[in-house]
């Protein structure tokens, strides 16, 4: 019996793990046989700017075609609550956090990625440790060698959870002025009219004639006179 081939889409998700589950860059480094790292002190500048930006920089390693590490930089914590170690003890642990509903789009983008194809930026939900839905900004390109070989790809994940809020919330406004307005229109277009004598009440309360209250409001209406049938024949017999 031959081993069943694996689906595009489980290839695909498994690309979403952490590989063996490393999360230290000298492990990465050494699977990619790279060994430089970077001064202390860009390490320190790169983590204040992520935590500013609440955002993180991640790698995800290659080596024959398959992912073998994902390396998390810091700020990774503060975005999704999850430490680096977490995420070297949990391979799934970043595509569990991805919204079902949007899994299929971040694993478009990684079709591409493993094509050597720079795609575009893509906005998705995670679900953040503490239980609460972040929307975040997940931006990735390619790395190659010299001989065009994919052996890496960088991501840029940025939290726009605020931005993203607010817009649905400015959303949900909108929302409820438009009915609110059409709500109006349709209260504008009822007139309070006397069931005896006819008379119509203003928005102040004061009666009128309704000749006098057309003429005085929107659309201002100028009346002409005369009888109908009835009341010729009624008032003057004809």
């Not at 993180?56 to 430490?83: N, R, S």
């Not at 949900?172 to 006819?198: E, F, M, N, Y």
Request: with cysteine; aromatic share 8%.
């Amino acid at each position: 019996m031959t081993d069943r081939k694996p689906e595009p889409r489980e290839a695909l998700t498994a690309t979403l793990n952490t590989g063996e589950g490393m999360s230290d860059e000298k492990n990465a480094f050494e699977k990619t046989n790279t060994t430089e790292q970077a001064p202390p002190q860009s390490v320190r500048r790169y983590e204040h700017l992520a935590h500013a930006a609440k955002a993180f920089i991640f790698t995800v390693i290659i080596k024959d075609a398959k992912p073998v590490c994902t390396i998390h930089y810091p700020g990774v914590l503060a975005v999704t609550g999850y430490a680096q170690e977490e995420y070297a003890a949990q391979p799934l642990l970043w595509l569990n956090m991805i919204q079902p509903d949007d899994r299929d789009v971040v694993l478009e983008q990684i079709a591409q990625l493993l094509r050597a194809e720079t795609p575009a930026p893509v906005k998705h939900r995670i679900v953040h440790k503490d239980g609460s839905i972040r929307w975040v900004r997940n931006t990735c390109v390619p790395v190659v060698d010299a001989h065009g070989t994919l052996v890496a790809y960088d991501g840029l994940v940025v939290d726009i959870s605020e931005a993203e809020f607010a817009e649905e919330k400015q959303e949900r406004q909108i929302a409820d002025l438009t009915a609110a307005l059409a709500l109006v229109k349709q209260l504008q277009g009822l007139l309070p009219i006397c069931s005896s004598c006819k008379k119509i009440r203003d928005d102040k309360g004061y009666w009128h004639e309704v000749d006098a209250y057309l003429a005085g409001n929107p659309p201002y209406m100028t009346f002409t006179h005369g009888l109908c049938g009835d009341c010729a024949k009624r008032l003057y017999g004809i």
